[in-house]
């Protein structure tokens, strides 16, 4: 079983949201993967996009920079 670690969660009201940030991520090297929304978020869209914590940082930087349309911003145990 995986060790479940602290995550950067990035929620999304559009799927088109969500694969503009994987887009993006993959283009700045800002580690993370699309997944589902945990039960415990809710959100727009199913999708969203989890970053190691340490990743925290360029994350919202990339958010910010690009105007990307997010629902939310969250640290959560996955």
Do not use: Q
């Amino acid at each position: 079983m995986r060790e479940r670690t602290e995550k950067c969660v990035v929620t999304f009201r559009t799927t088109t949201g969500a694969m503009a940030m994987e887009g993006l991520c993959r283009e700045n090297n800002v580690p993370g993967r699309l997944i589902p929304v945990p039960r415990s978020i809710t959100a727009g869209c199913g999708l969203c996009w989890a970053a190691p914590w340490e990743a925290r940082e360029a994350v919202e930087a990339l958010v910010m920079k690009e105007h990307l349309d997010v629902d939310g911003i969250y640290a959560i145990i996955l």
